[in-house]
């Protein structure tokens, strides 16, 4: 079992900067690809960004590419999303997960969930 917390969400103006985290527990940190996903209100959960066990390979959805960077601090147990220039379309919650494969965008691939930390971007 891997138990994860995610956090670092808020509302921030247009053009603003978050940095969320999650923090893992329990089984081997680096045996986990992770990634990031966000479910808008009304819209079905969406891929962000993925990051390796090793974290020497990332992908990102095309929306957020050049904006979020993805990294992950094994020993420190804990994955990050740097958020800039964020717009009102990034409004959402946003959750990260874990699986022992390799990094996918695909959310039913994933084994666990943070509880997810909402992200507000007002105009």
């Known amino acids: 079992q891997v138990q994860l917390v995610d956090s670092g969400g808020g509302l921030v103006q247009a053009g603003g900067s978050l940095r969320l985290s999650c923090a893992a527990s329990g089984r081997t940190f680096n045996n986990y690809s992770m990634g990031w996903f966000r479910q808008a209100k009304g819209k079905e959960r969406e891929f962000v960004a993925a990051?390796?066990?090793?974290?020497?390979?990332?992908s990102y959805v095309d929306s957020v590419k050049g904006r979020f960077t993805i990294s992950r601090d094994n020993a420190k147990n804990t994955v990050y999303l740097q958020m800039n220039s964020l717009k009102p379309e990034d409004t959402a919650v946003y959750y990260c997960?874990?699986?022992?494969?390799?990094?996918?965008?695909?959310?039913?691939?994933?084994?666990?969930w943070g509880q997810g930390t909402q992200v507000t971007v007002s105009s």
């Open positions: 990051i390796s066990w090793s974290g020497g390979s990332t």
């Open positions: 997960a874990a699986r022992s494969g390799w990094r996918s965008g695909r959310a039913y691939e994933y084994d666990y």
